[in-house]
């Protein structure tokens, strides 16, 4: 019988690793993982985490200005960017050791540095070292894509957004995708004239278009600037350090910062994976089966480098399906149908299921019932922002097929409505759930 170093190697320290390594090795499969830059991957230390961080921090500015309508008196506030930011590396920093010592509570070898695959068994660590293992997990992620343009190296993106020496008074963001509108609503709340300007006339493509034309009116009445069918042509840096950003249409733009946030792209160029068979697709994903499995035996691959859904929650699933599959001896499938997701933005909005045009091509006869409300929170807010739920319902069976809100709270409101959806209940279920008042979320059982 072949041995092996290893039954099972790793690349790739995130979400999607790190479970598949603990899950693999409490079945008692001896485990190994590599990660190139640090322990815990995007979500934990340039994504999710850090994001959601600089989002509360901003709520703040929200929160004072509308404070005096509450009584309070609120003087000398002022916001440090580099308090705020170095705060949330240390945290970054605690959550990277809370993932280091799960690898190693649960025995799990680990090494920094880059790691390719030599052979189907075989992998190839920077340092020259060979380690071979039975199974190979590819967990490497997504990288930023960055759109070809003179002067792009003045542009930065998600990856070096969370690290600037100060905050910009002006931002350029391109692209109108989950990064981009979150990373707007944080440098609008914090004080930077905010610019975003896109390829298309659209926003957030993938969700109810009803959220998105609230999302955009509100975003502009908070002082964000949308410039759509322009993307950037070129940037100069001046004399002064600033950015001259030239744009399709002609519209030249003056700024301190331009983030770029255009999609993100499998990142597998250089691992090694054609070379030994592994059937890639056009966008460089390892194409794969519904349990992980490539197109070479011993060789899976989970997350964003598959090019599927990419959420932290979702690679994480596919992650644990897999070492329950291949070392549990308990072979799971992830599900892909109702996954909530939400965009941090502000105000934030969150979707599950199908929108009401894409209920409407699957379904025939729907039925739509949507709740604009006022939150009382916005009562004597300067700014009248208003909530806006929507359920989409099959006409046959009443079941509920999506459900989209926008307003503030809403990604914590709309993961209870998930369950409900993937349980497959109706709306006469909602309407028979008791409201809980006052909040917001009683709107999701009083729509008629
Ligand atoms: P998105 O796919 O959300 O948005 C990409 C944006 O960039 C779109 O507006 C698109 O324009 C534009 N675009 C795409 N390609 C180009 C190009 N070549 N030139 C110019 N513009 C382009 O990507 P993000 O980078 O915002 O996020 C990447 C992924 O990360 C998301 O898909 C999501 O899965 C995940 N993510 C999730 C978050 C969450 O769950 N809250 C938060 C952040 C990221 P158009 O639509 O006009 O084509």
């Given at each position: 019988?072949?041995?092996?170093d ?20 409490s ?7 590599a ?6 991957g ?6 999710c ?8 921090a ?7 200005h509308d ?8 003087e ?5 960017w ?5 705060f ?9 050791r ?13 090494f ?9 068994h ?13 199974h ?14 003179p ?13 600037l ?19 707007a ?16 006339d ?5 969700y109810d278009?009803?959220?998105?034309n ?6 502009q009445?908070?002082?964000?600037e949308f ?14 350090g600033?950015?001259?950003v ?6 030249p ?16 160029p250089?691992l090694?994976?054609?070379?030994v ?10 194409i794969v ?19 599927r ?9 596919e ?8 070392f549990g001896?308990k ?8 996954i909530?997701?939400?965009v941090f ?15 409407r091509?699957?379904?025939?006869e729907?039925?739509?019932f ?31 097929l ?12 709309l993961?209870?409505?998930a369950?409900?959806v ?6 006469a279920?909602?309407?028979a759930?008791?409201?809980?008042h006052?909040?917001?979320a ?7």
């Amino acid at each position: 019988m072949e041995s092996f170093d290893y039954d099972l190697f790793v690349i790739g320290a995130g979400s999607g690793g790190v479970r598949a390594g603990r899950i693999a090795a409490s079945h008692g499969a001896r485990v190994a993982m590599a990660e190139e830059f640090r322990v815990g991957g995007t979500c934990v230390i340039r994504g999710c985490v850090p994001k959601k961080l600089l989002v509360y921090a901003s709520h703040f500015a929200h929160e004072l200005h509308d404070a005096p309508g509450f009584g309070w008196t609120i003087e000398g506030a002022r916001f440090d960017w580099n308090a705020l930011r170095d705060f949330v590396a240390s945290d970054v920093d605690r959550l990277e050791r809370a993932y280091t010592s799960t690898l190693d509570n649960n025995k799990v070898d680990h090494f920094h540095e880059r790691a390719t695959v030599a052979a189907p068994h075989t992998v190839r660590l920077a340092s020259g070292r060979k380690i071979t293992a039975k199974h190979m997990l590819i967990a490497v992620g997504a990288w930023p894509v960055m759109p070809e343009f003179p002067g792009n190296e003045h542009a930065i993106t998600s990856n070096e957004v969370f690290h600037l020496p100060a905050l910009p008074a002006r931002v350029v963001i391109q692209g109108a995708g989950y990064i981009a509108l979150e990373f707007a609503g944080i440098f609008n709340a914090l004080g930077s004239k905010v610019t975003v300007v896109n390829r298309s006339d659209q926003i957030l493509r993938s969700y109810d278009i009803d959220l998105r034309n609230r999302l955009l009116t509100m975003m502009q009445m908070r002082g964000i600037e949308f410039r759509f069918q322009n993307p950037i042509t070129g940037i100069v840096k001046q004399a002064d350090g600033s950015l001259f950003v030239s744009t399709a249409q002609g519209y030249p733009i003056e700024a301190d910062a331009v983030l770029v946030a255009t999609g993100r792209k499998p990142k597998t160029p250089g691992l090694g994976l054609e070379e030994v068979g592994v059937q890639l697709g056009a966008n460089g994903e390892i194409i794969v089966d519904e349990y992980g499995q490539t197109s070479v035996a011993g060789i899976h691959a989970v997350g964003d480098v598959t090019d599927r859904v990419q959420l932290t929650p979702v690679a994480i699933r596919e992650g644990h399906a897999f070492a329950d599959t291949v070392f549990g001896g308990k072979p799971r499938k992830t599900s892909y149908d109702a996954i909530p997701s939400a965009v941090f933005s502000q105000p934030p909005l969150a979707a599950v299921g199908l929108t009401e045009v894409e209920a409407r091509a699957q379904y025939g006869e729907v039925k739509v019932f949507t709740s604009d409300f006022r939150p009382m929170k916005n009562m004597f807010a300067k700014v009248a922002e208003r909530g806006f739920y929507k359920l989409v319902v099959d006409g046959e069976s009443d079941r509920v097929l999506g459900v989209h809100m926008i307003g503030p709270e809403a990604p914590e409101v709309l993961q209870a409505a998930a369950i409900a959806v993937k349980a497959g209940l109706t709306k006469a279920d909602f309407d028979a759930t008791m409201a809980l008042h006052p909040s917001m979320a009683e709107e999701l059982v009083l729509m008629r």
